[in-house]
């Protein structure tokens, strides 16, 4: 067990393969059944994970990622690319179909919030309160960046996180369903919370 860690911004670029199956194993049960979990979604992640957009926890020497929290600006964001990065994974027809699937899940950034992009903790580093430095250390960027609300999306089917984010001052407001989607995705519903910042 790592006791000793550091909230860094992005992440050393020798540590950019550990961010790509850190975020890939925390969200497969959501973006799996698109990207693959035959090794090319995490292949896919690992060529467009942006440290830019994201801030992470890393152990004290330096050689393990234990947590990554990713957000999204009208700059960018930590897990983005388009069709050219999913056809080098993918083929041209495969990234077409997976664009089309993962736009159902596109989130419009509205003025003065900062976008969540997810946040994943390491299963061997939970329980130190990782996630929840994470999620403080994103409010203070966001302060930084003059933002004055944080927004989130949480999952029916992740309820520590939804638990997590209401201890955090995140209120819950509108749930959309996915329907049919649900077979693809692993969910059916998520709903929008958001944190007003000081």
């Given amino acids: 067990m790592h006791t000793d860690w550091r909230i860094v911004a992005g992440f050393p670029e020798v540590l950019r393969g550990q961010a790509a199956a850190l975020y890939f194993e925390a969200f497969s049960g959501k973006i799996g059944g698109v990207l693959g979990r035959d090794g090319r979604g995490e292949r896919f992640v690992a060529s467009v994970i942006d ?50 699937l993962l736009s159902a ?13 997810g946040i994943a903790v390491a299963p061997q580093a939970r329980g130190l309160g990782i996630g929840s430095a994470l999620l403080d250390a994103v409010c203070q960027h966001a302060l930084k960046c003059g933002v004055a609300e ?4 949480v999952i029916d089917t992740n309820p520590r996180a939804r638990s997590l984010y209401e201890r955090k001052g995140f209120a819950a407001g509108p749930t959309s369903q996915t329907g049919l989607l649900r077979h693809v995705f692993g969910f059916s519903s998520a709903t929008t919370m958001v944190r007003t910042l000081a």
Avoid: H, N
């Avoid at 899940?105 to 992009?117: F, K, T, V």
């Avoid at 944080?150 to 999306?153: K, W």
């Fill in 105 to 117: 899940l596109e989130r419009d950034l509205a003025d003065g919030q900062l976008l969540m992009d």
């Fill in 51 to 100: 440290p830019a957009f994201c801030l992470s926890a890393v152990s004290g020497d330096g050689a393990t990622l234990l947590g990554i929290a990713g957000f999204k600006t009208k700059d960018g964001a930590m897990v983005g690319g388009g069709l050219a990065e999913m056809a080098a994974v993918y083929g041209w027809v495969g990234a077409v179909l997976r664009g089309v």
């Fill in 150 to 153: 944080l927004r989130l999306d």
